[in-house]
């Protein structure tokens, strides 16, 4: 999810269990004991209401509490179990066939039926107006959907993909009431109809409110009494100021590192903890291939010998986030440390100068690093600044820095105007495939003209055919071997996700993990 930031990642398990195929987690109906309205703040806009539409980290924590899908990610898990389905599975060995049964009495929350049409309906138009911003590009392997019955969908792929029901169990597969949104087109009035644990009763631009679904059918036990969400459009300081003075219960992505460390320190005192969670989210400076200065592999080695990682994480993030060392993050399965192992721990100034002599490159070299302020985290541009102080001081590089707002920043990277630039990304699911798919080929969501048929047309074409995700691990460690080698890009973090929360606040630590699902129904408030 092109950006949407303490402690160890959970450990991705491998495989399909058992609960993709028959439902061993736990059921409910959303009975919980209702509490307390809980005020959450948030600097992250939610750009959209319709799922058709939305692919960033505000959108889909709308879309994971307002809708559902066939399937869902556990708490503290990563392996997608039923939700609107019974079961699912693949039926054919090559998995290409993905068939799921639904619950008996699903309803909307309108109390609209909710049948095999809606499923079909939802995908169908999804990839119909195939948004620019939106999900349909996850799907390029899904042919047709098919209903036999009203309780029974069928997809049928192009291209086999064992990660096809982790996609699903992800907001994209978010499923709406095909008697209120159009087939063509999106929703425009910011109103949602959805079958999960909560309604959206209002949005503008300073809330968003959600009550609870007296229609809801699935695993979900509501622990509180309905969520405001207020948005600070990246303001940091009004956020920190409203969780100081109890306007809002929580302070969810927004708060500054140096905020989070002089909380973190104050052990309490003020009535205010920090709650520390899982991410998979990750940070990387992309290089524009066909770029006269960033196309030259001497000059991307340079940088990759001279970056100082721990130092950047010390004193820009202040440890709210973890040096990165290759595309596939820690805890997902078949990451490895390609670039740790090329590059090494250290800066190295001897081996950036022959990297740089290896090309033809004898002067310095003169470059800008593009940042966008909020984005892809509040401390990008800090970040970036000091990793030009980094190059400079190596006396082989004269670098600057330049910070864009994000909607000319996006148009300038796909106009390629850019050579070097950062982009962050926050998985839409949990698996290796999420990290390498997406970067790699013609369309690819970095814009920077690298394809290396060899990860393209063999890689991720054998990775994505297999079900035993632990299986994938060498062909992943080759890929990420040729990027180190080859760097299009250089990964820098790899997040920590935080919430900051006044006392009498509950159940942070169920929405922050590799899933990347916020529950607002594991909140709670005394």
């Excluded at 066909?290 to 196309?295: C, E, L, Q, S, T």
């Amino acid at each position: 999810m092109n950006m949407r930031t303490h402690w160890p990642v959970l450990p991705i398990a491998a495989g399909l269990a058992c609960g993709l195929l028959t439902g061993c987690g736990t059921s409910g109906d959303g009975s919980g004991t209702e509490g307390h309205r809980v005020v959450m703040g948030m600097s992250d806009d939610v750009l959209a209401t319709d799922p058709a539409s939305g692919y960033d980290p505000g959108s889909w924590l709308l879309f994971n509490n307002v809708f559902q899908s066939l399937l869902s990610f556990p708490k503290g898990g990563t392996l997608p179990e039923p939700e609107l389905a019974k079961s699912c599975k693949f039926t054919d060995t090559r998995a290409t066939v993905f068939k799921c049964e639904l619950k008996d009495g699903l309803k909307f929350s309108n109390g609209d039926s909710l049948t095999s049409e809606d499923v079909k309906f939802s995908f169908d138009r999804m990839l119909k107006i195939n948004d620019p911003g939106g999900p349909a590009v996850m799907f390029p392997s899904l042919g047709k959907v098919e209903t036999p019955d009203a309780r029974t969908v069928v997809f049928r792929l192009t291209v086999p993909d064992a990660t096809f029901p982790s996609k699903v169990a992800s907001g994209a597969g978010s499923v709406v009431d095909h008697r209120q949104y159009p087939a063509d087109r999106l929703r425009g009035d910011h109103k949602a109809v959805g079958s999960g644990p909560y309604t959206l009763d209002s949005f503008d631009k300073g809330q968003a409110v959600f009550s609870l679904n007296s229609h809801y059918k699935g695993t979900a036990e509501t622990k509180n009494a309905g969520v405001t969400l207020k948005f600070f459009h990246g303001n940091q300081t009004t956020l920190k100021k409203a969780l100081l003075d109890g306007s809002v219960d929580i302070a969810y992505r927004g708060l500054s590192a140096r905020d989070i460390d002089d909380i973190d320190k104050q052990d309490g005192t003020q009535g205010i903890d920090v709650v520390e969670g899982s991410s998979a989210e990750v940070q990387h400076l992309v290089f524009n291939m066909k770029d006269p200065v960033a196309g030259k592999l001497g000059v991307r080695k340079a940088m990759a010998y001279l970056i100082d990682r721990d130092a950047l994480m010390r004193d820009v993030y202040k440890n709210t986030a973890t040096p990165l060392y290759s595309i596939i993050p820690a805890g997902i399965v078949g990451h490895n440390t390609a670039f740790f192992d090329t590059y090494g721990e250290r800066p190295s100034r001897a081996k950036a100068a022959r990297a740089l002599r290896a090309d033809g490159i004898t002067g310095k070299v003169t470059l800008t690093l593009w940042s966008t302020p909020t984005r892809y985290g509040p401390g990008t541009d800090a970040e970036l600044k000091a990793l030009a102080a980094q190059l400079n001081a190596s006396g082989l590089f004269d670098a600057d820095v330049k910070s864009v707002a994000f909607d000319q920043y996006e148009k300038d990277i796909a106009a390629g105007k850019y050579g070097v630039y950062v982009k962050g990304w926050v998985p839409d699911y949990p698996d290796a495939d999420n990290f390498t798919a997406p970067f790699f080929g013609k369309g690819n969501v970095l814009d920077n003209h690298y394809d290396n048929s060899r990860i393209t047309r063999t890689l991720i074409p054998a990775t994505a055919a297999q079900s035993d995700r632990t299986s994938t691990d060498s062909s992943f460690a080759e890929l990420q071997d040729i990027v180190a080698e080859q760097v299009p890009v250089l990964p820098v973090w790899q997040g920590k996700q935080y919430a900051v929360v006044r006392d009498g606040v509950y159940g942070l630590e169920y929405c922050l993990d590799a899933s990347t699902v916020f529950r607002f129904w594991e909140l709670s408030k005394s």
